[in-house]
């Protein structure tokens, strides 16, 4: 999807371009932003629009040499940092490579661009390594850190970057946006019947997303939602003991382990939303001191498996859910209403 399809990156570009028309953009920044804002595609419209020569309207042509290279990542004045296949940090190598690279003359003659995804995953050595270039840049040089957990990245890195916060974007804004790219996808006509249907359906999207655009929309292609509730359903069913953990981690055959997280984390709110009145679930009408306190329990148990899940030395997830969905049903005569 190009960027000018993500309305929520207009205020951030045009900032952006100005800083560029001016030159007085950073040598480096912290994309503070997950995947599903779109980052990917951010940060390649920045590099074509750092190196494009015939911009057209604050953004790249998207059409010369350079913006087709950059495209396709084979662009030589740019380095792609992320972790490599089969490992679980950023290495100090990979570092230390596109510090020599940078050492060189730019292929270009502009810009020489660094892109990371997932910086927070950098080990120590790596970050060392980068402080030393964002100390001494060079001419022409941009760095670029996308990081959707940026307080993971060591205080000295953030302190040497301007931040790029996540964009908000108003849920009016989101709901026309959605209805627009949902029609788009589908070519229904919006009649008022599907437009109910519809309305009631991206309403679900914006929740179960957590109002991040892109994964709303995948939820509307897509039998996501449905698959959320099922496994919501499948934890009620864990909390009344009808459920097996065996059966809870088989979800992890369609979705990823971070998509299970958040929906379990989407079900505890839930619950603990509903815990004061009839509608709660089994095990969560906790209305007594010790029934609270053990929700609160369950609650630091969640609160340790999201810090654990990214955690820059990359955990067994499997292992880290399992253990969470243990410490549940250890959890759960606590819980039970009596």
């Known amino acids: 999807m190009d960027l000018r399809s993500m309305p929520w990156w207009d205020e951030t570009w045009r900032y952006l371009d100005s800083l560029i028309q001016k030159q007085k953009l950073p040598h480096a920044l912290i994309l503070e932003a997950d995947k599903w804002f779109g980052t990917d595609e951010f940060m390649l419209s920045l590099n074509q629009r750092l190196i494009c020569h015939q911009p057209v309207d604050g953004h790249a042509c998207g059409a010369c040499e350079y913006c087709q290279q950059i495209r396709h990542l084979s662009f030589p004045d740019t380095y792609h940092i992320r972790v490599e296949e089969g490992k679980r940090q950023i290495s100090v190598d990979q570092i230390r490579a596109v510090s020599n690279k940078l050492n060189q003359k730019s292929y270009s003659g502009g810009f020489r661009v660094v892109i990371f995804y997932h910086a927070e995953l950098m080990n120590i050595a790596a970050a060392n390594a980068l402080l030393k270039t964002l100390e001494e840049p060079g001419d022409d040089t941009f760095i670029l850190l996308q990081s959707a957990s940026p307080s993971q990245l060591p205080a000295t890195i953030r302190s040497r970057c301007q931040k790029l916060k996540q964009p908000s974007f108003n849920t009016e804004l989101l709901t026309q946006w959605l209805l627009q790219q ?129 955690a820059t030395n990359r955990p067994d997830k499997s292992l880290l859910f399992r253990e969470f969905l243990i410490n549940w049903i250890a959890i759960l005569p606590k819980l039970s209403h009596s």
């Open 182 to 310: 949902w029609q788009q996808f589908s070519g229904k006509a919006s009649e008022k019947t599907n437009l109910d249907k519809t309305t009631i359906a991206i309403e679900a999207a914006k929740i179960a997303s957590n109002h991040r655009p892109l994964l709303a929309l995948d939820y509307l292609k897509t039998d996501k939602i449905e698959q959320r509730q099922n496994f919501h359903t499948a934890l009620a069913n864990l909390s009344d003991k009808q459920q097996s953990i065996a059966n809870i981690l088989k979800f992890n055959e369609k979705q990823d382990w971070d998509t299970l997280l958040d929906w379990t984390g989407q079900y505890l709110i839930k619950s603990s939303k509903l815990s004061v009145s009839e509608q709660a679930e089994p095990c969560f009408k906790h209305q007594e001191t010790d029934q609270k306190s053990a929700f609160v329990d369950l609650l630091d148990c969640f609160s340790r498996i999201q810090k654990e899940f990214i």
